[in-house]
């Protein structure tokens, strides 16, 4: 039994139940303190700017890019130097471009949400600005998250995300009353240093070190630079269509931004209990056997198996009782619990799909592919945004203009999946010579 509960997936299992219940509980708290118009549509269009440079440039690389590379190496001295270069490049590299996107914050709001009257956006660039900051902690925390999962050691990793959402509501909730939007920020800092601290204090206390070293050892960062583009390119479909609803969403009715952001977030709950903890879980042995279509295939059937089983009972029960479990958890009512009823019916719809994709896109990077990941995820959501686009802001009437960014989600994972599972199932489990 204990080695149940401290295998990988477990922890990060029972991390992201709790880091999820925490979400909602901060969701919950940002609509008590800002309501459900204008304000609570700064909060999450201000949370949009520094996240999606983070989960561009970070959070979708730095574990794909890390853990294959790490594995390849013989000797603690390599680790070292490895590790170390990595850090000091986020460090540095991260740490730049966080202070351009301060200096820049003002233009960048508009292409993240120009539907603003100029009043209220004007009001969400601090937020923004002091968002960044927390982005860079978890920038630098990741790193040690990567290299405590290359050696599969998740207490850490498991303990900092419950830390980091459970650090923004103490902050909500203490300084409610405080500094207005700026309590965002405020918590959202604590609460990433919590993420760091967690990170950081796991990797010391197994012995890890950190030394100067710059694209050390050399055979590990041979091809590296190539290899960061293709997966910047892959998240950026990704980002793009996120912030791409954000943006349509600040044309709409006064919270539309807040409304499909709680619909979204409650439509994407399991994404990050089940979809990415099965996906971290098992990337680690993927990438050990690399081109080993057999073992990969077993490890992904099995994998697939626990995601069906996991998602298909919420996802009934979400379509059923979508308006009641809204009501329950954030107390919304009129026009914004209509819009928040109708994203999270249409995005928790394609739940199962959803999370089959990190595991997914993930069996094809453990092999160096990363041009066909790239591939599906552009094509599938570049149709999901301009489906949204079009029917939100074109087609349907505005009293039902949402529908038309729900759909969206809708669209983004259906098609995604679909396209990842005909590309692994030729190349996993259908065999020409058998069908001939």
């Given at each position: 039994m204990?080695?149940?509960?401290?295998?990988?997936?477990?922890?990060?299992?029972?991390?992201?139940?709790?880091s999820?219940?925490?979400?909602?509980?901060?969701?919950?708290?940002?609509?008590?303190?800002f309501?459900?118009?204008?304000?609570?549509?700064?909060?999450?269009?201000?949370?949009?700017?520094?996240?999606?440079?983070?989960?561009l440039?970070?959070?979708?690389?730095?574990s794909?890019l890390?853990?294959p590379?790490?594995?390849?190496?013989?000797?603690?001295?390599?680790?070292?130097q490895?590790?170390?270069?990595?850090?000091?490049?986020?460090?540095?590299?991260?740490?730049?471009?966080?202070?351009?996107?301060?200096?820049?914050?003002?233009?960048?709001?508009?292409?993240?949400?120009?539907?603003?009257?100029e009043?209220?956006?004007?009001?969400?660039?601090?937020?923004?600005?002091?968002?960044?900051?927390?982005?860079?902690?978890?920038?630098?925390?990741?790193?040690?998250?990567?290299?405590?999962?290359?050696?599969?050691?998740?207490?850490?990793?498991?303990?900092?995300?419950?830390?980091?959402?459970g650090?923004i509501?103490?902050?909500?909730?203490?300084?409610?009353?405080?500094?207005?939007?700026?309590?965002?920020?405020?918590?959202?800092?604590?609460?990433?240093?919590?993420?760091?601290l967690?990170n950081?204090?796991?990797?010391?206390?197994?012995?890890?070190?950190?030394?100067w070293?710059?694209?050390?050892?050399?055979?590990?960062?041979?091809?590296?630079?190539?290899?960061?583009?293709?997966?910047?390119?892959?998240?950026?479909?990704?980002?793009?269509?996120?912030?791409?609803?954000?943006?349509?969403?600040?044309?709409?009715?006064?919270?539309?931004?807040?409304?499909?952001?709680?619909?979204?977030?409650?439509?994407?709950?399991?994404?990050?209990?089940?979809?990415?903890?099965v996906a971290?879980?098992?990337?680690?042995?993927?990438?050990?056997?690399?081109?080993?279509?057999?073992?990969?295939g077993?490890?992904?059937?099995t994998?697939?198996?626990?995601?069906?089983?996991?998602?298909?009972?919420?996802?009934?029960?979400?379509l059923?009782?979508?308006?009641?479990?809204?009501?329950?958890?954030?107390?919304?009512?009129?026009?914004?619990?209509?819009?928040?009823?109708?994203?999270?019916?249409?995005?928790?719809?394609?739940?199962?799909?959803?999370?089959?994709?990190?595991?997914?896109?993930?069996?094809?990077?453990?092999?160096?592919?990363?041009?066909?990941?790239?591939?599906?995820?552009?094509?599938?959501l570049?149709?999901?945004?301009?489906?949204?686009?079009?029917?939100?802001?074109?087609?349907?009437?505005?009293?039902?203009?949402?529908?038309?960014?729900?759909?969206?989600?809708?669209?983004?994972s259906?098609?995604?999946?679909?396209?990842?599972?005909?590309?692994?199932?030729?190349?996993?489990?259908?065999?020409?010579?058998?069908?001939?």
């Amino acid at each position: 039994m204990k080695k149940l509960l401290l295998s990988g997936g477990s922890l990060l299992g029972i991390s992201a139940i709790l880091s999820k219940a925490l979400a909602l509980l901060r969701d919950r708290l940002l609509v008590d303190i800002f309501g459900s118009g204008a304000e609570i549509d700064l909060v999450f269009a201000g949370f949009r700017i520094p996240d999606f440079f983070f989960f561009l440039l970070i959070g979708g690389t730095v574990s794909t890019l890390f853990l294959p590379r790490m594995a390849s190496l013989d000797s603690e001295k390599k680790e070292t130097q490895f590790f170390s270069s990595f850090l000091w490049g986020v460090v540095i590299l991260f740490g730049l471009f966080c202070g351009l996107g301060i200096l820049f914050t003002e233009p960048l709001s508009l292409l993240f949400a120009g539907g603003f009257e100029e009043s209220l956006r004007q009001e969400m660039i601090p937020l923004s600005r002091l968002l960044f900051g927390s982005v860079f902690l978890l920038s630098v925390s990741s790193v040690f998250s990567a290299f405590q999962q290359s050696h599969h050691r998740f207490f850490s990793i498991s303990i900092a995300p419950v830390l980091y959402t459970g650090g923004i509501c103490t902050g909500l909730f203490v300084f409610r009353n405080e500094f207005g939007l700026m309590t965002v920020g405020i918590a959202a800092l604590g609460g990433a240093l919590l993420h760091l601290l967690a990170n950081g204090i796991g990797f010391f206390l197994h012995g890890g070190k950190i030394i100067w070293a710059w694209k050390k050892p050399s055979e590990a960062w041979q091809r590296f630079k190539k290899d960061f583009v293709y997966r910047v390119l892959n998240n950026s479909a990704f980002q793009i269509n996120q912030s791409a609803d954000v943006l349509i969403a600040s044309f709409l009715t006064a919270g539309a931004v807040g409304a499909f952001s709680i619909g979204s977030n409650l439509g994407f709950v399991l994404l990050s209990i089940v979809g990415f903890s099965v996906a971290n879980s098992a990337f680690p042995r993927l990438a050990k056997a690399k081109h080993n279509t057999e073992v990969q295939g077993a490890i992904l059937k099995t994998s697939l198996l626990w995601i069906l089983f996991f998602t298909i009972p919420p996802t009934i029960i979400g379509l059923f009782f979508a308006r009641p479990i809204l009501q329950l958890l954030f107390s919304l009512e009129g026009e914004t619990l209509r819009m928040a009823t109708t994203v999270f019916f249409w995005t928790i719809l394609a739940l199962p799909a959803t999370c089959m994709i990190p595991i997914l896109s993930r069996t094809l990077i453990a092999n160096d592919d990363v041009l066909t990941p790239m591939k599906i995820s552009a094509f599938s959501l570049f149709l999901a945004t301009s489906s949204a686009a079009l029917l939100a802001l074109v087609i349907l009437p505005p009293e039902r203009a949402i529908l038309g960014l729900a759909l969206g989600n809708l669209i983004a994972s259906s098609v995604s999946a679909l396209l990842f599972g005909w590309v692994l199932f030729r190349r996993y489990f259908y065999s020409p010579e058998r069908h001939s």
